[in-house]
């Protein structure tokens, strides 16, 4: 598509259950990026993919976080036994080139209760 | 001292104005540059790509000054549509190789009558 969609829009998961999100890259590019915004505009890199590989995860926390890009699947970002810290908004982008301008998708707003 | 430093405002501005923002950056292998806009914790909306000396588009000009490591972003006769945060964002090279896009926490802007 020409937009990058993430789905779902809100959600809302209690302290230690799993959340996964889902992210499509516009059609094309091949370069997927996960960030995670808190309060204050404070954007975290969380982890980038070049196609279904990783390409930079130094920003995910390793213990509860992981995800995946597989061919012909959307991008996912899983967070296991969520916290309430992880309550933020999740955004996914995705650009033709690594150093060039990245899209951004609507965003998944997760509030852990 | 943080990667991207902006002012966060606000500026309240009355509508007509030029208004003129400041980004500073710390890592002078930094590649690019943008300026992204974010409405009421939606999705960043790239506004401008900065790649050498400057650009303008329309009632906005951005100027990159590499030699002292700070980018501008100037808005001639503000609208009440402008009203948004704008995040300066700087790609930047990881020691490592690679890059990773490091944003400013933003610069909130108000256009009144």
């Known amino acids: 598509g020409e937009e990058v969609a993430q789905t779902p829009k809100h959600l809302v998961r209690g302290e230690g259950q799993k959340a996964k999100l889902y992210c499509a890259p516009i059609k094309g590019h091949s370069y997927v990026f996960w960030y995670q915004q808190v309060l204050k505009n404070e954007f975290k890199f969380l982890i980038s993919?070049?196609?279904?590989?990783?390409?930079?995860e130094t920003g995910m926390p390793k213990e509860r976080f992981s995800a995946k890009c597989l061919p012909n699947s959307p991008c996912s970002l899983e967070i296991q036994a969520t916290k309430l810290e992880d309550s933020a908004v999740y955004f996914c982008?995705?650009?033709?080139?690594?150093?060039?301008?990245?899209?951004f998708g609507p965003g998944t707003r997760l509030t852990v209760t | 001292r943080k990667e991207v430093e902006q002012d966060p405002g606000p500026f309240n501005v009355p509508e007509g104005a030029t208004v003129a923002f400041n980004c500073t950056y710390s890592n002078s292998a930094s590649q690019s540059f943008f300026w992204y806009r974010q409405d009421c914790r939606k999705e960043p909306k790239l506004l401008m790509s900065?790649?050498?000396s400057g650009n303008e588009d329309g009632r906005f000009t951005a100027q990159l000054n590499r030699a002292s490591q700070y980018i501008s972003l100037l808005i001639r006769d503000s609208k009440l549509s402008d009203s948004a945060t704008y995040l300066c964002v700087v790609n930047m090279a990881l020691t490592g190789g690679g890059n990773k896009l490091t944003f400013g926490t933003g610069t909130q802007l108000k256009v009144e009558l």
């Open positions: 982008a995705s650009s033709q080139y690594n150093v060039y301008e990245q899209y």
């Open positions: 900065v790649y050498s």
């Open positions: 993919f070049q196609n279904e590989n990783v390409f930079d």
